[in-house]
Structure formats: C-alpha cells, structure tokens
C-alpha cells in the first residue's frame, strides 16, 4: 500500500529467472513448435494485427468485456495502429494462465495494448499536448533527419516498426492513420531522402552524434542499414552512430 496516495500498486514486481514464457499456454499456440518460435519469419508472419486475431490466441481466457474495452478504444481514442509479435505478446502475464484482471493490471499490456477504460478521460489533456510531442517535425532539417541539439541529429529512415507501442511519442509519423489520426507521410523515395540527410551532414560539419532511429532500424534490410552506416562513417565530423531498435525485446529472433 502507498503511504501517501494510498492507491495499491497493480502488478507486483519481483525478481525472476529469465526464461522463455511458455507460449503453448495460450489456446492460439499451443501447437507452436521452438523451432517456428524462434523464425524470425513465423514472428512476423502471426503478427497480432485486429481483435480477431487476438481472439485467436487468447480464445475464451478473457472476457468479452475486455475485447469490448480494447475495440472501443480502437475506434474513439487510439493512436496507434494494432501490431504485436508473438514474441511480444508472450511477455504479457507471462508465468500463469492470462485471466481478465490479470491482463488489466499487466504493465506490458497497458504499454502496448491500451484499452479505453486506461485512459482518464475525465482529466483534460495539457493545453500543451500535440501528436508530434517532442516538435521533431518542426525541426527537419532534410525530410525525416531532426537537428535539435547543436551536435546531434535523429535521422528516421523509415516510418514503421516491427511491433507499435500504444502510446507511441512519435505516432505522428509512425505506423498506420487510425479513426482518429491521420498519420504524416514522407514524400520523397528512400534514396533520396537518406541522400538529403547524408549532404546535409556533409555540410554541417558540427554534427558528430547520429541516432539512426525510424520507426525501427529493425525493419530496414540489412544491406541498406549497413550502407547507410558506412556512407555516415565515411564523413570526417561523425564521430558517434547510435542504432536506436525496440526489436530487441519485442523481436528479437530479428537479431539472432
């Protein structure tokens, strides 16, 4: 119990091995082999996309009531489009079977998987808030490269990840347009915006820090990551390459 709020903390917190949820006690992967776990391929592919499909896995575990709470939010107030990997939906109540309470209270589920009941819609947004929060928009400098610090950039190569956040700070761009925003578009082709970004780079030569970021380096081809990471390195300022990827935890069968 908080001593001074006295609100219950929701999920408890405790240390644990860390080992591989078991995914076969979901109804939807019960007959999900390790070796189609571990394909980077299969992850992508079975990807939780719509409430039909997450039905799917989770079956008659939870109750309707929590798919209605999800699929109101869906339509009245999300931001981001929905998009889980397996892999990722397997870190949600991870050691017992998901029940409905249990999943309201996962925190990883609220991360990835808001519903409407999760969002206080009696309290009115700051006057300050905005889809492109942090004004990264408002600083491009080239189509998707933001020079906000003197000798730092964010260069967003891409506008998708291999899995959406649900209260993603750069729903602006990323992802799908959902019922309630419509989502920011790049308007040259790959080449030429990443060739925008590397002359001006060439031309500024204060800038030593780049954050090759997106969306998610994890869905750029390898081929064309790397490039781009050489042609970066190959300009005399640039000092510090940062690859900045969530695949990590949410697929990292990308990575291995």
């Given at each position: 119990?908080?001593?001074?709020?006295?609100?219950?903390?929701?999920?408890?917190?405790?240390?644990?091995?860390?080992?591989?949820?078991?995914?076969?006690?979901?109804?939807?992967?019960?007959?999900?082999?390790?070796?189609?776990?571990?394909?980077?391929?299969w992850?992508?592919?079975?990807c939780?996309?719509?409430?039909?499909?997450l039905?799917?896995?989770?079956?008659?575990?939870?109750?309707?009531?929590?798919?209605?709470?999800?699929?109101?939010?869906?339509?009245e107030?999300?931001?981001?489009?929905?998009?889980?990997?397996?892999?990722?939906?397997?870190?949600?109540?991870?050691?017992?079977?998901?029940?409905?309470?249990?999943?309201?209270?996962?925190?990883?589920?609220?991360?990835?998987?808001?519903?409407?009941?999760?969002?206080?819609?009696?309290?009115?947004?700051?006057?300050?808030?905005?889809?492109?929060?942090?004004?990264e928009?408002?600083?491009?400098v080239?189509?998707?490269?933001?020079?906000?610090?003197?000798?730092?950039?964010?260069?967003?190569?891409?506008?998708?990840?291999?899995?959406?956040?649900?209260?993603?700070?750069?729903?602006?761009?990323?992802?799908?347009?959902?019922?309630?925003?419509?989502?920011?578009?790049?308007n040259?082709?790959?080449?030429d915006?990443?060739?925008?970004?590397?002359?001006?780079?060439?031309?500024?030569?204060?800038?030593?820090?780049?954050?090759?970021?997106?969306?998610?380096?994890?869905?750029?081809?390898?081929?064309?990551?790397?490039?781009?990471?050489?042609?970066?390195?190959?300009?005399?300022?640039?000092?510090?390459?940062?690859?900045?990827?969530?695949a990590?935890?949410?697929l990292?069968?990308?990575w291995?």
């Amino acid at each position: 119990m908080t001593e001074h709020t006295g609100l219950e903390q929701p999920y408890p917190y405790a240390r644990v091995e860390l080992v591989e949820p078991d995914w076969t006690r979901l109804p939807g992967w019960q007959d999900v082999t390790a070796q189609e776990w571990e394909s980077v391929q299969w992850q992508r592919a079975h990807c939780v996309k719509n409430l039909k499909q997450l039905r799917a896995v989770y079956g008659d575990l939870l109750e309707d009531r929590f798919y209605d709470d999800l699929e109101r939010d869906q339509a009245e107030r999300a931001t981001m489009s929905m998009l889980m990997p397996p892999q990722m939906v397997n870190t949600m109540v991870p050691h017992t079977l998901p029940t409905t309470e249990l999943m309201y209270a996962d925190p990883v589920r609220r991360y990835m998987l808001p519903v409407f009941s999760d969002r206080r819609t009696d309290w009115p947004s700051h006057p300050h808030a905005t889809r492109d929060s942090l004004h990264e928009h408002d600083m491009w400098v080239a189509e998707g490269l933001t020079h906000r610090y003197p000798t730092k950039v964010l260069a967003e190569l891409l506008p998708t990840c291999p899995q959406y956040c649900g209260h993603c700070t750069r729903m602006d761009l990323v992802g799908n347009s959902t019922p309630v925003i419509d989502k920011l578009k790049f308007n040259l082709k790959p080449v030429d915006r990443i060739e925008a970004m590397l002359d001006y780079l060439r031309h500024n030569p204060g800038v030593r820090d780049v954050v090759v970021s997106g969306g998610d380096v994890a869905n750029m081809p390898f081929a064309r990551l790397e490039a781009f990471v050489d042609q970066l390195l190959d300009i005399d300022n640039i000092r510090d390459v940062r690859l900045a990827t969530k695949a990590l935890m949410g697929l990292p069968q990308h990575w291995l």
